[in-house]
């Protein structure tokens, strides 16, 4: 498959990647870095909206998974606490209902809410969702997400007892609602689950096409290998100019053939997890459910894998730096440690790779 970025796609990019080096995420959380979750700073939010960033996929803007990923992937290398993909994806959900629910998508892409999109875990228990006349009855407990706390609401996505795919909108403060903050190692991102047990009303859920969960749970495993991309090119780009500053014997240390095959091959596995993963942004914007199925497995398994080596990497040329608070590494390698094992874990996506 020949594939290239077109030229907005790039500006796009370096636009975003401009905004990101000016308000710096990892420079905003270290001073709170002891106090507390990670949250989302006002300015990041009123750049998603001013910028359009979270209709990107609506059908008035016409955007495609390939700019949105360009995107994530810039959030990624800066550390940023916006759950950018979350957003984006529930707009688009949104957006496409003929139901009152509806007008959450301009509410979100305006800013008057945020409304993430929430999944049970590929690898755990599912939802349990009930058509009762009017009212849905949904219960069960959501996949680790990021920013819950920041949320107005949520966009649950569930398939009920009789095979019915749903979209359900739960407001963060309702009874039978309950966000339970984790403990992860990722200290750039806040992290919750949602524990649901509610009846939500006919003007609060709506029913979608069948495939749409399937559809939703892959774009999420895509997003969050994109993000741990994102991390692994800044680690790659710190780790080759860390090797050419150290001097060791005299001479800087990038100069051993021994650190030289460590940075060649985190450029190498960074650039193959590069390539898989716009294989995946293709077929997600396709309609083939096989070839996206296959082509998102194969990206988040390689790409789950290589960007944890580059971590591990990364940490083996810094020596005994890297180890410190201080220097930015850890933070980089917690982030692309907890994007590994979300939204299925290297070792499911091989599972389902060799079951399909």
């Known amino acids: 498959m020949d594939f290239a970025l077109s030229a907005e796609q790039e500006d796009l990019a370096a636009s975003e990647r401009a905004w990101l080096a000016k308000h710096d995420p990892i420079a905003a959380l270290r001073p709170t870095i002891d106090s507390g979750p990670a949250r989302i700073p006002d300015t990041a939010v009123r750049h998603i909206v001013e910028s359009g960033l979270i209709a990107l996929l609506t059908g008035d ?3 495609t998974h390939v700019d949105l990923a360009v995107l994530v992937e810039e959030h990624g290398r800066a550390c940023s606490t916006v ?10 959900e949104l957006d496409k209902l003929d139901h009152p629910l509806a007008a959450l998508a301009e509410a979100n892409a305006g800013g008057a809410a945020s409304v993430p999109l929430v999944l049970a875990s590929v690898d755990g228990a599912a939802f349990a969702a009930e058509v009762r006349g009017a009212e ?3 219960s069960g407990t959501a996949a680790p997400a990021t920013a819950l706390i920041d949320a107005t609401g949520f966009l649950v996505a569930a398939t009920t007892s009789n095979g019915t795919e749903v979209l359900a ?6 009874e039978g609602v309950g966000t339970r903050r984790l403990e992860t190692l990722d200290l750039t991102r806040s992290w919750s689950v949602l524990e649901l047990d509610l009846t939500v009303a006919a003007e609060r859920w709506a029913t979608v096409p069948t495939g749409t969960v399937s559809y939703l749970e892959d774009a999420l495993a895509f997003y969050r290998k994109m993000d741990a991309l994102g991390a692994a090119e800044r680690l790659v780009a710190q780790t080759v100019e860390y090797a050419g500053q150290r001097t060791q014997f005299g001479q800087p240390i990038g100069g051993f053939q021994a650190v030289k095959h460590h940075c060649a091959d985190m450029a190498l596995q960074t650039e193959a997890s590069r390539a898989s993963l716009w294989a995946a942004a293709v077929a997600l914007d396709g309609t083939d459910y096989g070839r996206r199925a296959t082509a998102v497995s194969a990206a988040a398994a390689y790409a789950g894998d ?3 080596t580059v971590a591990s990497i990364a940490l083996q040329v810094h020596g005994g730096i890297g180890f410190t608070w201080e220097h ?5 390698t917690r982030r692309i440690k907890v994007d590994e094992l979300l939204n299925g874990s290297v070792s499911w996506h091989r599972r389902r790779l060799a079951s399909a």
Request: no cysteine; aromatic share 0%.
């Open 136 to 138: 849905l009855r949904i």
């Open 306 to 308: 290589a960007t944890s």
């Open 61 to 63: 803007t016409g955007g």
């Open 328 to 332: 930015d590494l850890h933070l980089l």
């Open 83 to 92: 759950p950018l993909a979350e957003l984006a994806l529930a707009t688009a």
């Open 169 to 174: 909108h739960v407001p963060s403060v309702n």
